[in-house]
């Protein structure tokens, strides 16, 4: 495998505006991998990119969609 420099860059996108743009390097350019080395880099760098998404679109649903608790369950109101 060549050293080359690969990058993942996600963007996700509203209706209204771009929200977050995510770039990563997956290899950085003077890094030599061997073919395992490069495989568990890339994996540790999807992982990241899922995670930024994941948290990303929760917090989105959680500003669309907020919690509520009725008034009178008083039990879920002394949880929180």
Known sequence: MSNQQYKVK???LSQEKQIKTFEYDLLKPNDEFSK???L???E???IKIQEDCNKILTEKINEKYPKTIPENDEDRRNQV
Do not use: P, S, V, W
């Open 10 to 12: 996600a963007i996700y």
């Open 44 to 46: 540790k760098n999807i």
């Open 36 to 38: 395992n080395d490069f």
């Open 40 to 42: 568990i880099e890339l």
